[in-house]
C-alpha cells in the first residue's frame, strides 16, 4: 500500500537559490493538495490540483511560488529566489475528489525546507 | 471568515488517565465538514475522523470518542486511558465545499498532548 510520497525529506539551502519539492500522490487519488506548516502551528493551505488543473491558490502563495501536476499524477513545488521566511514543513497530501464529499486528504510526510 | 480555534496549546496527563482535546470552529456556511488528525514526532499528518454537519453522532472508536455539538460549534475529542503512544500534536480542521474551495482544509493550532508513563 502506497502512500503519499514527497522528495526530498530536509532540504538546506542558501537565501536567494531556487528550490522544487516533489510529491507523489496515492495512485487513484485525482485532487492533490500542497500546505505548508510553520513551527508550532497548523498547516496553511497553499495550492489545489484536480488532475493536471491548478483550481485555487491560496494568497500565501506569493509570485515566487509556482506548482505544477503536468500529467495529473506528481506534482512539484518550486520557490523562487528563497527567503529565511520559507524556511518550514511543505507537506503533500492527496484524495479522490468529486461526488460532492470533502473527502479525506492522506498527508506524506513533509519536506523540511531551512533557508539560511 | 472561517476559522478553527484549539485553545489548548499543550496538555499533559499521566498514563490511563482520560483527556479531552477542545475543537471551536466557526463558519457561516451550513455544509461543512470536521477533521482531526494526529500528528506524531515523525510528522505525517494521520487522520483519524471525518464528520458532516448534517451528522451530529457521537463517533468512538476504541480508546477514542468524539463529541460534535453544532450548538456550541464545537467538535471534542476524548482520548479514553490515555497511552504513551498517543503523545503527538492534534489537530482539528474545517472543510467548506462550495465554489472554488474544493475541500481545502482549515486547521486549528494543534494541541500537543504528553502522556508519561
Known amino acids: 500500500d502506497t502512500g503519499v510520497s514527497q522528495d526530498p525529506r530536509h532540504k538546506i539551502t542558501k537565501r536567494g537559490q531556487n528550490v522544487t519539492f516533489r510529491c507523489d500522490p496515492i495512485s487513484e487519488h485525482n485532487r492533490l493538495y500542497w500546505y505548508r506548516q510553520t513551527l508550532g502551528q497548523g498547516p496553511e493551505f497553499l495550492t489545489y490540483?484536480?488532475?493536471?488543473?491548478?483550481?485555487?491558490k491560496s494568497r500565501l502563495l506569493s509570485d515566487r511560488f509556482s506548482a505544477e501536476r503536468p500529467k495529473g499524477s506528481f506534482s512539484t513545488l518550486e520557490i523562487q529566489r528563497t527567503e529565511q521566511g520559507d524556511s518550514a514543513m511543505y507537506l503533500c497530501a492527496s484524495s479522490l475528489g468529486g461526488g460532492g464529499a470533502i473527502n479525506i486528504q492522506y498527508f506524506g510526510a513533509g519536506t523540511r525546507l531551512s533557508v539560511l | 471568515a472561517q476559522k478553527v480555534t484549539q485553545a489548548q496549546t499543550e496538555i499533559s496527563v499521566v498514563e490511563k488517565e482520560d483527556v479531552t482535546l477542545d475543537c471551536v470552529y466557526e463558519?457561516?456556511?451550513?455544509?461543512?465538514?470536521l477533521f482531526w488528525y494526529k500528528q506524531p514526532p515523525s510528522g505525517e499528518l494521520v487522520f483519524l475522523i471525518r464528520?458532516?454537519?448534517?451528522?451530529?453522532q457521537n463517533e468512538i472508536s476504541g480508546r477514542y470518542s468524539w463529541n460534535f455539538q453544532k450548538s456550541t460549534s464545537s467538535f471534542n475529542f476524548t482520548i479514553t486511558a490515555s497511552q504513551v503512544v498517543d503523545s503527538a500534536v492534534y489537530f482539528c480542521?474545517?472543510?467548506?465545499?462550495?465554489?472554488?474551495?474544493?475541500?481545502?482544509?482549515?486547521f486549528g493550532k494543534g494541541t500537543k498532548l504528553s502522556v508519561k508513563p
Open positions: 490540483f484536480q488532475n493536471e488543473a491548478q483550481l485555487e
Open positions: 480542521a474545517l472543510a467548506m465545499n462550495y465554489g472554488g474551495s474544493q475541500g481545502n482544509l482549515i
Open positions: 464528520r458532516n454537519s448534517f451528522d451530529e
Open positions: 463558519t457561516r456556511d451550513t455544509t461543512y465538514y
